[in-house]
């Protein structure tokens, strides 16, 4: 997927989380990349928000991580519900 000329701030929250994961668990763009399938490049833009990717990309970095995706996606000190979407009126 192309790289956007306005980042996402959905793409940019999650790439932030991703990149603090990989750095709690002394992890290099390499070994994450090694780990999940995704290039280096590749996990370098989703770090930081210039790509959106899809579910199976998620995944994929998840499992390198030796995590769920459930738990990659799941953002601290933000209530479940709010995650859903359903503050959605």
Known sequence: MPRRAT???????????????????????????AASGVTKGHLSSVEHGRTVINVSTADKIARGLGMKLETLVRFPGESPRRARGAHRG
Do not use: H, V
């Not at 940019?12 to 070994?31: E, P, T």
């Open 7 to 33: 980042p996402d701030p959905l793409a940019i929250k999650l790439g932030a989380r991703i990149r603090d994961l990989r750095l709690k668990k002394n992890m290099s763009l390499d070994q994450l990349s």
